[in-house]
């Protein structure tokens, strides 16, 4: 049986919902976890029109990922779109899921997908998140292996592409039990000396409860001697945007109308620029935020969408600063969303959003 928990317990390990943005509001927005599933509807934006679809195709989810609800509503009498989608699945009985920010925030996620259509090679992401911890714990020398695997399964000891890391010395650790104590080594009021092995094991700061809990679970002893401290490294998994290189060099006009075709997009915004296009920084929806970043890596073009007339003056000629449309920017996310269920629910029914929910329209 595929539930609502079952898909979002799955999309929350590739994306956790620690990963979203403070504004955001990624996650159950209706429904219960509990709920038995037909089917998913897959699409960029929750409607009316999205809704109206899931019914149409016996789907009693969509997974979306813009929310549809970003701030706290009052009431619920059908005078907006909004309040007319919710109002709909709530009485055809569909969950709404959202996967936003939390998705644009990991290396595999929107960003990637953009990039992937575009063709960047050795991509890495723009502005990586400093959220990185060290754990420091001392364990009896029989018990290190023992608990350094709970502590892996929890999620710790992964840089880039290695997993399982972690640093050990041999050390001497002693403890005099008290009358009230339990101890798994030693006995009480007599003094006990261990060898132990001093542990450091690093991980992203979401992850902190759980990997706590599993450190107590599989350590042998009664109280647990461990601290943590927040590092200066960047975390390289997380982060917004995404800067790859070219497969090979290409004039401004060629790079555009690159982006026009590998995009079907029917316009581009772009600032002038004469140098030629190699080094690419991406940002899926309102990336006019990482300007700076794309700059200060020296990239040659940044495409994004949502920018402003006087962001577009930022660039200063140092890159072409390129708006392909918030829609347009993000609309593969929903093909990235199907690759991901699919392999992993092989026999449950998911749907792709035939909608275009893009609210824009170009006159020609």
């Known amino acids: 049986m595929i539930t609502v928990k079952s898909i979002a ?10 990963l979203q943005e403070s504004y955001d509001n990624s996650g159950l927005l209706t429904g219960n976890y509990s709920m038995e599933l037909t089917g998913a509807m897959i699409s960029l934006d929750c409607t009316e029109e999205i809704v ?18 970003f701030k706290g509503i009052k009431s619920l009498t059908g005078k907006n779109y909004i309040e007319r989608t919710i109002i709909k699945a709530i009485k055809n009985d569909i969950a709404i899921y959202a996967i936003h920010t939390n998705l644009d925030n990991v290396v595999n996620g929107v960003n990637d997908k953009l990039a992937d259509i575009i063709g960047l090679q050795n991509r890495q992401i723009l502005r990586p998140l400093n959220n990185l911890q060290k754990l420091v714990t001392f364990i009896p020398v029989k018990d290190t292996d023992s608990v350094l695997q709970e502590l892996h399964s929890s999620g710790a000891g992964k840089i880039g592409n290695y997993s399982e890391c972690s640093f050990k010395v041999l050390g001497k650790g002693s403890f005099k039990p008290n009358n009230e104590a339990n101890p798994s080594i030693g006995s009480k009021n007599i003094k006990e000396e261990v060898d132990e092995d001093r542990v450091e094991i690093i991980y992203p700061d979401y992850l902190a409860s759980t990997i706590i809990e599993g450190l107590k679970e599989a350590h042998p002893y009664e109280e647990v001697a461990y601290y943590i401290t927040n590092l200066e490294n960047r975390n390289q998994e997380t982060g917004a945007g995404m800067i790859g290189e070219m497969p090979r060099e290409l004039s401004t006009d060629e790079f555009l ?3 026009k075709t590998t995009l079907s997009l029917e ?21 006019s935020f990482l300007l700076n970043d794309a700059i200060r890596q020296r990239a040659d073009a940044f495409v994004t969408g949502d920018v402003k007339y006087h962001e577009f003056f930022d660039a200063e000629s140092k890159l072409i600063f ?10 593969a996310t929903k093909d990235l969303l199907h690759d991901l269920l699919s392999k ?4 449950f029914a998911l749907h792709l959003s035939k909608c275009v929910t893009n609210p824009i329209k170009y006159y020609k």
Not at 9 to 18: F, G
């Open 9 to 18: 317990d799955y999309l929350e390990s590739i994306a956790p919902r620690q």
């Open 52 to 69: 109206d679809e899931a019914i149409s195709c016996n789907a009693n989810m969509i997974i979306a990922h813009h929310p549809i609800l």
């Open 257 to 259: 109308n690159h982006l």
């Open 267 to 287: 316009c581009i915004r772009h600032t002038d620029y004469k140098g030629k296009i190699n080094k690419v920084a991406v940002c899926g929806g309102s990336g």
């Open 322 to 331: 390129c708006d392909i449309g918030h829609y347009e920017s993000e609309v």
């Open 344 to 347: 992993k629910f092989t026999n």
